[in-house]
């Protein structure tokens, strides 16, 4: 019998997957989609947050299409790998937010067995690489690049442009701070904002 990569009753292998793209390209509803059909393959499944992250739900992920699912918030990567024992399949959303000790956590839980998931986004608010995602990215198996569709143009977007906010890295927001753009408009963006 085989169940999402794996022959039931074999040896488990672990791997490392990675949803990324910019805001509102659909990262977390890829790894909703993930999550349940190994919830459906009766695999046990667990899904980390942000603790700080409580745009729609303090103990939920929660798509922009308002679907959801439960999750534990935790402060630090460390948390992941204690809160995972026993765990087939292990899934971060907002990857992007965590210490920078998630690469070797993802690398442990998937030496051991566990095919871990993250979502999260690939460039900052300036374009620039975001948090350990790079490394992320690098360690994975599998990488899913999402794109949104650009609000200005109607090309695929890969940036999220900031509207509002200041200069701070990370600022908490959705449409009311952010808007999907693709590399043209983006660019066109932020030269028109270094002239303000």
Not at 67 to 80: G, W
Not at 114 to 136: E, H, Q, S
């Amino acid at each position: 019998m085989f169940v999402e990569g794996r022959s039931l009753g074999a040896k488990r292998q672990g791997w490392i997957e990675v949803i990324c793209g910019s805001m509102f390209s659909g990262k977390t509803e890829e790894l909703m989609r993930r999550l349940r059909r190994a919830t459906f393959a009766k695999q046990k499944v667990v899904l980390f947050k942000p603790k700080f992250d409580v745009r729609y739900s303090d103990i939920k992920v929660v798509s922009h299409d308002s679907n959801c699912i439960d999750a534990m918030p935790v402060d630090t990567s460390l948390m992941v790998k204690l809160l995972s024992v026993n765990a087939d399949v292990v899934a971060i959303d907002e990857a992007q937010f965590f210490d920078e000790e998630l690469p070797d956590v993802c690398q442990e839980l998937a030496n051991r067995g566990v095919r871990v998931i993250i979502a999260g986004l690939d460039m900052d608010y300036t374009g620039k690489p975001f948090g350990t995602m790079p490394f992320l990215m690098a360690i994975a198996e599998d990488v899913t690049k999402v794109h949104a569709i650009c609000v200005r143009c109607g090309a695929l977007a890969q940036h999220s442009h900031r509207l509002s906010g200041g200069k701070k890295l990370v600022v908490l927001g959705e449409t009311d701070r952010y808007e999907p753009l693709c590399r043209d408009c983006f660019n066109k963006a932020m030269a028109e904002s270094r002239k303000i």
